[in-house]
């Protein structure tokens, strides 16, 4: 255990978040994402895991640590239900509150087709797979910069 970091981020996730650079990807997944064959083909390799929480759970610790990007309107992106691009799911809302308390204002996430956002998890930099049971619990998230100190 380490003081000031939260106790949901293991040592992997840690890992892989502070090896990420402004602009690289991370998938947030839930339990039905085909994650491991998928995080396979990432920059990372390997499956990272938060299986003990939900989506919302797992997308606040993260962004606990992790910058947002502030220079694109995808900085963060949510799959899409099959023919109904504009419902947001409970599991979707909770994870947007998340990101509007990290940010501190209201910035929507970009809606991503179901085979696209499978595109860009391929693409990206890593797959945490959580225990989010929920359908639609699949969020994408740029990672952003931390400024020099004034």
């Known amino acids: 255990m380490l003081k000031g970091l939260d106790p949901r981020l293991n040592a992997e996730v840690l890992y892989a978040l502070r090896a990420m650079g402004h602009g690289d990807v991370l998938i947030v997944a839930d ?10 083909e ?5 499956l990272l895991r938060m299986e003990n929480l939900s989506a919302a759970e797992a997308v606040e610790a993260i962004l606990s ?20 691009a504009e419902t947001l799911p409970p599991v979707q809302l ?8 990290a940010e501190g204002r209201s910035r929507p996430m970009v809606s991503v087709e179901r085979f696209d956002f499978y595109d860009l998890a391929r693409d990206s930099y890593a797959v945490i797979q959580t225990g989010e049971r929920r ?16």
């Open 65 to 84: 640590v992790y910058p947002l990007d502030t220079f694109v309107d995808d900085f963060a992106g949510r799959m899409e239900i099959v023919g109904d």
């Open 42 to 46: 990432t920059v990372y390799g390997e």
């Open 94 to 101: 909770e994870v947007q509150a998340a990101i509007d308390a």
């Open 135 to 150: 359908f639609y619990g699949c969020f994408m998230l740029r990672k952003g910069v931390i400024p020099p100190d004034a």
């Open 31 to 40: 339990t039905n994402f085909p994650a491991d064959a998928i995080s396979r």
